[in-house]
Nanobody
Framework: QVQLVESGGGLVQPGGSLRLSCVGS????????MGWYRQAPGKQSVLDRE???????????NYADAVKGRFTISRDNAINTAYLQLTNLKPADTGIYYC??????????WGQGTFVNVTS
């Protein structure tokens, strides 16, 4: 049974930092590219989830322009975990963050996500 469990979100002031974690199980975590998605407040559809960062099985990374230089994605295949380090956070970064495998033709079962709220 595929499972993705995100954690690490919270309330943070602009300019602050957070570290998100995603633990995957039930699939070949070490061979899949893993990505972090963001769903902005008020957006209801899965299709509204924006891919903000990807880490490939070889450690190569890719970022959306909006987060480049501020977010860092990484992975630890030994414990089936992907991370997203968020720094210099802005109110526009507010949203629910999900992880998934962006190179699969069909998304894995989505987890519950973790909410990041950037506000003063």
């Amino acid at each position: 049974q595929v499972q993705l469990v995100e954690s690490g979100g919270g309330l943070v002031q602009p300019g602050g930092s957070l570290r998100l974690s995603c633990v995957g199980s039930g699939f070949m975590f070490n061979v899949d590219a893993m990505g972090w998605y963001r769903q902005a407040p008020g957006k209801q559809s899965v299709l509204d989830r924006e891919l903000v960062a990807t880490v490939f099985s070889d450690g190569t990374t890719n970022y959306a322009d909006a987060v480049k230089g501020r977010f860092t994605i990484s992975r630890d295949n030994a414990i089936n975990t992907a991370y997203l380090q968020l720094t210099n956070l802005k109110p526009a970064d507010t949203g629910i963050y999900y992880c998934n495998a962006p190179r699969r033709p069909r998304a894995l079962a989505w987890g519950q996500g973790t909410f990041v709220n950037v506000t003063s």
